[in-house]
């Protein structure tokens, strides 16, 4: 065979195998599917959401996936509050970086819980939120393995303000 058939098999392999190779998800892609199924197999849900606009904003905000607690029929908390980590600190903020949502705001007994747990989430929490259906921390997905179970035990703390502690998500 001559060289001109070699490069045209050669041409034709590359041809074939190329957009079979840019299908393969990414390093990145691998690692978040690790996250999110290590969350799934706790029984925590993880979807995509966009925060609410923030006077800070200087445009649309992002999707942010969201690791969301589901409560038992009926156990989540009595009223739906979010907190979104403010972009600067200010007194009027919960614990100072802090920015509630709404006109709802959590239990007391939820606070308590939310002064104990906000200062040790990863800073790559958005927000925390809490409704009737269950407890939700929007989270960047950095830090890794480490990241992962604090963001999970602090919705089973956040779960567990509401009644005597159950099973941990281990």
């Known amino acids: 065979?001559?060289?001109?058939?070699?490069?045209?098999?050669?041409?034709?392999?590359?041809?074939?195998?190329?957009?079979?190779?840019?299908?393969?998800?990414?390093?990145?892609?691998?690692?978040?599917?690790?996250?999110?199924?290590?969350?799934?197999?706790?029984?925590?849900?993880?979807?995509?959401?966009?925060?609410?606009?923030?006077?800070?904003?200087?445009?649309?905000?992002?999707?942010?996936?969201?690791?969301?607690?589901?409560?038992?029929?009926?156990?989540?908390?009595?009223?739906?509050w979010m907190l979104v980590r403010g972009v600067y600190q200010h007194e009027a903020h919960f614990l100072g970086d802090w920015v509630w949502q709404g006109r709802e705001r959590a239990s007391a007994e939820e606070q308590d819980c939310l002064t104990a747990l906000l200062p040790g989430l990863p800073k790559s929490v958005r927000a925390v939120a809490g409704d009737a259906a269950g407890w939700s921390i929007y989270w960047m997905e950095l830090g890794g393995d480490d990241a992962l179970q604090t963001v999970l035990d602090g919705l089973v703390k956040l779960r567990d303000c509401k009644r005597p502690p159950a099973s941990a998500l281990h």
């Open 1 to 80: 065979m001559t060289i001109g058939v070699w490069l045209t098999l050669l041409g034709v392999l590359v041809m074939v195998l190329g957009p079979v190779m840019l299908l393969q998800p990414s390093t990145r892609d691998r690692r978040l599917n690790e996250l999110r199924g290590g969350a799934q197999e706790r029984g925590v849900k993880v979807t995509m959401q966009t925060l609410p606009s923030q006077a800070t904003d200087l445009g649309d905000p992002d999707l942010v996936p969201v690791y969301r607690l589901p409560a038992a029929k009926g156990g989540g908390p009595s009223r739906s």
